[in-house]
């Protein structure tokens, strides 16, 4: 259990040594530039709430990748399912009006897991039956979902007095309600956490989680011992692409009420940051995302205090993802595998699902 | 009008197509590049930045192509060297490019409110032929990098097919194990791959600053990286094929822009999303993997 903490905690030491770098050169101070962030993200009870609301998506969109990577399913497209499901949340919500409010809330909620699932299904199936590589559909459909939603908010779903692209706000009975105000903390955050729980519950302790993680080690010999790989392809890929689409509507039910053009800052991208940090474990994962939605919140105070730009934040999820990968490596266990004494060199799973992108034949 | 549109279509083409040849070269190497938006972008800024400081345009292409080769680089040292998920080091390149252009980007020219623009590169008429009515713009009054992109067109087709090189290059995509046997050196081919794409990718992004934009802003390769991903399935893996889809989307683009200045009824963003729903068709009409490498996406350990 310690062992498998040292690996991610020594990716953040490096990535953040490598970042002082970069402030250096930028001329900042890097301590400055980390107790910002600290105290933009966690300084009082307004701030560590607010770094829950947006640690929220990346939960969902984390939870999606990581299901997905877990079968070697690569699933470049949490985002364009997550948009595609704040989509038709944001379309649904409107009509939702005479509903009871736990009926509006279930509604709103299924269209977006029912977006997300379509999005990601079409993905499975067509890795199933056409043989087309999920990375190329996903991102393909990333960028068709980004199109859509700005065709529906110029378009069909644009507010009556058409002066801004935005949709008209959902009915008050399908919002999910605010605990706290004037904190934003809302129960789309318990239904995250309730999901990762489900979600590695489904991994770890069912039939079809088995299956999903045995095809994500070896498709072919999976497929040999009775797997039925194609129809898991497709689960996997509608599973997915549901939990990234009920992001999107908890986004839209929870915090904005309404579609704009650019609901997702890339949150389905800095997913695979999210749960490659979490070694693809969702309750991990909850940790991380945590960690992720602390760095985008506390990224503005650090603005202001350090006059670095935000997008900084990116810079840190690219190197955490590149230094974990540099350390996942064979290469790297066979290095470290005779240092530390050889203790369960054979043991050890291989971390990422090794049919990266490999073709079924 | 025709002519304008024409002329559009082929600079909007040019840099997909650059970065379009740059990916054919490793993906038949047996790579997945998902990191070209990454390198395209940091080629973009590092191309700007030097042409502005130095006030040279040649620098500037050279300090592009420079950047799109440290990225490639990078990629290399972990997909081949390390053997990690080509797909996920990719994105996270993608993701640290946009970062670090970025901060840099807000940084240096955030604050001094100085306008980050360049000298364009001038457009080369080439004599007579550019007079031609309607076409003759179109292709003989570009620039440098225009013409360049359409000169590797036919070098790169026969070096692909008609060379040993081309056709070491091509086991270490179809069949690794077999081409290590045979001596070929999989990570050499894949680094000397790797690294001419990192030129073509740079240049591609140098070409957005100094010769189309002029100026830097924050993600100003928009998607293309993704859109040369989806131009090599399109163009099946062959340098001419390559050509008519990257002119095929440089035409969308044209078109999108034509119809959102005249304000037409129909969706600009149709034509937006067209080239990545028809790749999608495309490859699920003739199964996707049909003329891929057959390695492509593996990592290639001995």
Not at chain 2, 82 to 108: C, H
Request: with cysteine; proline share 5%; glycine share 12%.
């Amino acid at each position: 259990m310690l062992a498998s903490l040292l690996k991610p905690i020594a990716a953040l030491a490096i990535a953040a040594a490598l970042i002082s770098g970069v402030l250096l050169a930028l001329g900042a101070s890097p301590i400055g530039v980390f107790s910002a962030l600290a105290i933009g993200a966690f300084g009082n009870w307004l701030a560590f709430t607010d770094t829950c609301v947006k640690a929220t998506p990346l939960i969902f969109t984390g939870l999606a990748v990581a299901l997905s990577f877990q079968g070697a399913m690569w699933n470049i497209g949490a985002d364009g399912q997550l948009t595609i499901g704040a989509l038709l949340a944001g379309a649904i919500g409107p009509y939702l009006g005479g509903l009871p409010h736990p009926i509006a809330i279930a509604v709103i909620l299924a269209a977006g897991a029912i977006g997300g699932a379509a999005w990601g299904g079409i993905c499975g199936w067509l890795r199933a039956r056409r043989d087309v590589n999920e990375v190329i559909s996903t991102i393909m459909l990333n960028f068709v979902a980004v199109q859509m939603l700005s065709w529906a908010v110029h378009g069909p779903l644009m507010e009556a007095s058409r002066s801004y692209p935005a949709s008209t706000p959902i009915a008050a009975g399908a919002q999910l309600r605010l605990f706290f105000e004037p904190s934003r903390l809302n129960s789309g955050m318990i239904l995250a956490v309730a999901l990762a729980i489900a979600s590695s519950a489904l991994l770890f302790r069912t039939g079809i989680g088995f299956e999903i993680r045995a095809a994500g080690i070896n498709r072919r010999a999976s497929a040999f011992f009775g797997i039925p790989i194609a129809r898991l392809a497709v689960l996997v890929m509608a599973l997915s692409g549901a939990l990234a689409g009920l992001g999107g509507a908890v986004q839209i039910s929870a915090i904005t009420h309404r579609l704009y053009e650019k609901i997702s800052p890339g949150w389905g991208y800095e997913a695979i940051a999210v749960a490659l940090l979490a070694r693809l474990n969702p309750i991990g994962l909850l940790c991380t995302a945590l960690l992720f939605g602390a760095l985008d919140n506390g990224s503005q105070a650090m603005q202001r205090a350090e006059g670095v730009s935000p997008v900084l934040v990116q810079v840190i999820q690219g190197m955490v993802i590149l230094i974990l990968l540099a350390f996942d490596t064979t290469a790297f266990s066979r290095l470290t595998g005779a240092i530390s004494l050889r203790r369960g060199a054979g043991t050890s799973a291989p971390e990422l699902p090794p049919a990266a992108g490999a073709s079924d034949a | 009008m025709l002519e304008a549109f024409l002329s559009s279509t082929i600079s909007m083409a040019t840099p997909i197509l650059l970065a379009a040849l740059g990916e054919l070269i490793v993906e038949e190497s047996g790579v997945l590049n998902i990191g070209i938006e990454g390198a395209m972008l940091c080629g973009a800024f590092a191309a700007l930045a030097t042409a502005w400081f130095s006030g040279s345009v040649m620098l500037g292409l050279l300090a592009g192509i420079a950047a799109g080769v440290a990225i490639n680089a990078t990629l290399a040292v972990l997909a081949v060297n390390l053997a990690v998920n080509q797909v996920v080091a990719g994105t996270a390149l993608d993701i640290l490019a946009l970062g670090i252009t970025g901060v840099f980007y807000r940084r240096m020219f955030g604050i001094t409110g100085k306008a980050f623009t360049v000298h364009a590169l001038a457009p080369m008429p080439l004599g007579p032929l550019a007079a031609i009515p309607i076409v003759g713009p179109a292709l003989f009054d570009q620039n440098l990098i225009v013409y360049a992109a359409f000169a590797i067109v036919p070098i790169l087709a026969w070096i692909l097919s008609r060379t040993r090189y081309g056709l070491e290059l091509r086991a270490a995509g179809e069949n690794p194990q077999a081409a290590d046997a045979l001596g070929l050196g999989v990570r050499r081919l894949r680094w000397h791959a790797l690294i001419a794409s990192g030129v073509l990718t740079g240049l591609s992004g140098a070409y957005l600053t100094l010769a189309y934009a002029n100026t830097f802003v924050e993600g100003i390769s928009a998607g293309r990286g993704f859109v040369a991903l989806a131009v090599v399935i399109l163009g099946r893996w062959n340098p001419w094929g390559l050509t008519a889809a990257s002119i095929l989307f440089g035409a969308a683009m044209a078109l999108q822009f034509g119809l959102q200045a005249l304000g037409t009824a129909v969706p600009y963003q149709l034509f937006l999303a067209l080239p990545y729903a028809l790749t999608l068709v495309v490859l699920a009409g003739v199964g996707g993997q049909a003329q891929a490498p057959s390695a492509l996406g593996e990592p290639y350990v001995r």
